[in-house]
């Protein structure tokens, strides 16, 4: 049985920044980084725009998962991707952090990221 995890907002970008289609789903989403071995969960993109008149079609999310959780990584990551799909919704793109080459991802990530929950 795993620990419980640790829930702790550490971005620049608060909650606050988290577009209104998707804030009433953030504390599931918190839970289910407790279920699914999740070391650090960004959102990013159109789901941390807060302009009226935008709507996400799809939740980005940028993800580390903890190297010492023994269970197969594609179980954590399709298990993760598919409990945010019926939590929120949408159709979510789901990305490594650690995999990602593409500066301009990179930097698309770094300017718009909410980070929901990071562990020690």
Known sequence: ????????ACSSRSEAAVNARVRPFIAG???AC?????????IFGSSTQTQ??????????AVRFDA????PPSD?????SAELERLTGLPVDLVETDA????YLKDE??????????EP
């Open 34 to 42: 407790g279920q699914f071995g999740v070391k650090r969960l960004a």
């Open 76 to 80: 954590l990551y399709f298990g993760l």
């Open 52 to 61: 009226p008149g935008v709507v996400p079609r799809d939740l980005d999310v």
């Open 109 to 118: 990530i770094a300017r718009t990221e909410v980070v929901l929950h990071e």
């Open 100 to 103: 990602i080459r593409n500066p």
């Open 68 to 71: 010492a959780d023994l269970r």
């Open 1 to 8: 049985m795993r620990p419980p995890a640790f829930n702790l």
């Open 29 to 31: 989403i918190r839970d």
